[in-house]
């Protein structure tokens, strides 16, 4: 247990050091590294969670509050398993991909670098180092969206640094209050410590938190900058950011933060409701208008996000279990449909769907795989889509919210007429002639986006009830135990 | 009171990052705002007439005491760990704001904002 | 006599790169005091301010100085960039290294595993060596740490500057 936390973070800053003093010509031995990190770190994501293995590990053996500690609970275990599945499939996808930029060994360095941030965000067990590996991942990820250096990449890179940078300072602000306020960082201990009521620098120190990992997790009105972002990544970056960066560095610190540390509170739940609603609607009525493929996708994102954070936010069972569903089922089909949109760039060079069409006959499995990714974010069975969204809005009605269960309804109807058209345009109706001889994506592209598709089918089993005490409701205890997540602060 | 201070020094980078069109002006009030933060941090840990964190050899023996008039050390780890990642994001934007120049000629943000909706 | 036939001493590398020869002089009498002073830095930092951080910034101060009296491709020769990178890495590397260490030798990760124990073989090579607190050789792996570190954060300051200066744009746009 000892090692098996901090194994999490090892292997991809290992993996990221080691990939970089590969020379540019050989750039087979970093695609072969960094995909046998990503393995390693899916490996021993599913035995941590099949096995339940949960606890706290001391680093350096120093006890809290005095040490930094790293916890590996259930909710922790959710996030890197789905970390680990959507690093694994973007590398495979991008050992191919990556072909068309130079030194594929700087991408897959920062590549690893991202996944090591990302992970240790997830199993920290303080708020500075929350905040530490928010940084490595973040910087990681601003050098990554502008890896191509065309001159849109240039600007929303900006755009996405000034508005990621601003995110964590209000991040750092709100951890410099919690320390004032506290006298501690470890953030059992602070629970314990502000077990009372929060006097009015507490709530201040709640507000700039929200505020940063909202901004990170592109909550309405932060969410300005995902709209450039994503589409300018390369696009296995685009299906990480989507995927799970904004899960791990956004949502994952909030729900941690709102439910955990601070004690579960009606402001926080009710102004969290709004701020998913208000995401889930504009982010539904601003993609309708869109042409470029991929910056549909990204406003989509903004839409799913938003029901994510509308089921935590109900407080009940079954809402935390539906946005906690819907956050893993997000990873899997946004993350295919950007692998999806990337490989009609890789192939069309364009991502206007005004100038796609048919491409059916040529792209088979392309087709197909976004297919199915566009009828699972729909919510049409079997597939997963369906299953989280009923449980979102059943939790709505079951809680009283009927307002926003018949909201989330009118956006999903939406969903589907948004990617109808996605569908007409770009894989149905008569083959655009400039596209007569376009070929399907090569062998490992087309291997990650039927992994996914499978999976996006599979996990709709992730409702039966013996298949989710497994992997979903160890997540679920974990944010309905509230601030009985102090007991992380003497282990076990 | 000198906290006030700290955030009105915040504020006023962050004036600065949404109000300025140069873009070395909003990397110059990105720092402010860096600064600032870590300056807040740093006087959390202050106490008046403290001594530097430091244990001497003659000094080592009383410990109750030096934990009496020492300044908490634990700020000041967290602001050199705040400065190393201030440094890399401040690099970051600064090569940006260099792409930029050499691909418009120009370091005004209107100029470059094509991306629109 | 007239100007042509005075032979005035040309002034040695007065249409190098780089700065003014006052700033040249002093940098190549200086640098290597800067450069142990860095070292100082890193070496002392479990006994004095500093450590890693702060003395890798010294450290790469030295290259950086170079960089500015004598232009680009003399601080280069000294230190190419392919090299930086390595070290770069190596850096890291080595840091994780120390700390993966601590985690097969004692079972917890980053553990001090060079605290002296109370007896065995540890004990006696410390004893031989000198190890006492406020000492140089002393405080564990810390004095490891700082010397990884120091390497890293040398490099990478060096690179950073390296590739910020690699631009040259004058006024009328065009690249030199």
Not at chain 1, 246 to 271: C, D, S, W
Not at chain 1, 299 to 325: D, E
Not at chain 2, 63 to 86: C, G, K, M, N, Y
Not at chain 2, 91 to 108: H, K, P, Q, S
């Amino acid at each position: 247990m000892n090692w098996l936390i901090p194994y999490f973070v090892i292997v991809p800053l290992a993996g990221a050091f080691v990939v970089a003093l590969i020379p540019r010509r050989r750039g087979w031995l970093a695609d072969i590294l960094a995909n046998v990190c990503s393995v390693a770190l899916l490996v021993a994501a599913l035995v941590v969670c099949v096995r339940r293995l949960h606890g706290v590990c001391f680093v350096g053996g120093w006890a809290p509050p005095v040490g930094i500690s790293m916890v590996l609970d259930g909710l922790a275990a959710l996030m890197l398993l789905t970390i680990a599945v959507i690093t694994l499939v973007s590398s495979i996808y991008a050992v191919q991909y990556m072909e068309q930029f130079t030194w594929k060994a700087k991408f897959y360095s920062l590549f690893l670098l991202m996944v090591a941030g990302m992970n240790g965000v997830v199993l920290a067990g303080d708020f500075f180092n929350l905040f530490v590996f928010l940084e490595i991942a973040s910087i990681s990820s601003y050098a990554l969206v502008g890896y191509g250096c065309r001159h849109e990449e240039l600007e929303a890179t900006f755009k996405y640094l000034t508005l990621g940078n601003l995110g964590a300072l209000f991040v750092l602000l709100g951890v410099a209050f919690i320390y004032g306020v506290s006298g501690t960082l470890n953030m059992a201990d602070f629970s314990v410590r502000s077990a009372g009521t929060l006097n009015t620098a507490g709530l201040v120190a709640l507000a700039l938190l929200m505020i940063g990992f909202g901004l990170k997790a592109a909550l309405v009105p932060m969410h300005a900058w995902l709209p450039d972002a994503h589409p300018a990544a390369p696009t296995p970056i685009s299906a990480m950011l989507s995927g799970v960066f904004i899960k791990a560095t956004g949502v994952y610190a909030l729900l941690r933060v709102t439910n955990n540390v601070f004690p579960p509170m009606h402001v926080t739940q009710e102004v969290l409701l709004a701020l998913g609603g208000a995401s889930m609607v504009i982010g539904v009525f601003m993609a309708i208008g869109q042409w470029d493929l991929k910056r549909l996708l990204a406003y989509h994102s903004i839409s799913q996000i938003g029901y994510v954070i509308l089921g935590v936010a109900l407080g009940t069972p079954l809402g935390i279990l539906g946005g906690l569903f819907h956050l893993v089922n997000h990873a899997a089909f946004k993350s295919l449909l950007f692998l999806g949109a990337g490989a009609i760039e890789y192939r069309t060079g364009t991502r206007q769907l005004r100038e796609m069409g048919g491409l059916r006959e040529r792209m088979p499995v392309t087709a197909a795989t976004t297919l199915i990714a566009s009828l699972a974010i729909s919510g049409v069975p079997p597939f997963n889509g369906f299953f989280s969204k009923l449980l979102i809005i059943w939790a709505a009605v079951e809680a009283g919210r009927h307002g926003y269960a018949v909201v989330a309804v009118i956006v999903s109807v939406m969903t589907i007429a948004s990617f109808m058209k996605v569908q007409k345009y770009a894989f149905f109706g008569p083959l655009n002639p400039r596209w007569r001889d376009v070929r399907e994506v090569p062998g490992l592209m087309r291997l990650a986006l039927v992994f996914l598709a499978l999976l996006c089918l599979l996990m709709s089993a992730l409702v039966l009830p013996s298949v989710r005490a497994v992997i979903l409701v160890p997540a679920v205890d974990a944010l309905r135990a509230g601030t009985a997540y102090a007991g992380y602060l003497h282990g076990e | 009171m000198p906290y006030a201070l700290c955030l009105v020094l915040f504020v006023i980078g962050l004036y600065a990052v949404a109000t300025k069109r140069n873009l070395i002006k909003i990397v110059i009030g990105f720092i402010i705002m860096e600064n600032a933060v870590n300056l807040l941090l740093i006087m959390l840990g202050y106490r008046l007439g403290g001594r530097a964190p430091i244990l001497w050899q003659s000094t080592a023996g009383d410990a109750a005491e030096f934990a009496r008039v020492a300044v908490d050390p634990l700020p000041q780890a967290l602001v050199l760990t705040s400065i190393v990642i201030s440094l890399g994001v401040t690099a970051l934007m600064v090569a940006i704001c260099l792409r930029v120049y050499e691909r418009y000629g120009t370091f005004d943000i209107s100029e470059i904002r094509r991306l629109r909706g | 006599m007239s100007d042509a036939t005075i032979k005035r001493p040309a002034v040695r590398g007065a249409d190098q790169p780089g700065l003014s020869i006052i700033v040249r002089t002093v940098t190549r009498w200086v640098k290597s005091f800067i450069f142990l002073f860095g070292i100082y830095i890193v070496c002392f930092g479990h006994l004095t301010p500093g450590g890693g951080f702060s003395g890798g910034v010294i450290l790469s101060c030295t290259f950086i100085l170079l960089m500015l009296a004598f232009g680009r491709e003399r601080a280069l020769r000294q230190l190419p960039v392919p090299r930086a990178a390595m070290l770069d890495s190596v850096g890291a590397l080595g840091f994780l290294a120390v700390a993966t260490i601590g985690l097969f030798a004692s079972g917890v990760f980053f553990v001090n595993w060079l605290a002296v124990p109370a007896a065995g073989v540890l004990q006696r090579l410390c004893v031989l060596l000198g190890v006492q607190p406020f000492h140089l050789l002393s405080a564990g792996t810390l004095p490891l740490y700082n010397l990884w570190i120091a390497l890293k954060v040398a490099t990478s300051l060096f690179l950073v500057f390296t590739l910020l200066a690699m631009l040259r744009v004058n006024y009328r746009g065009e690249k030199e």
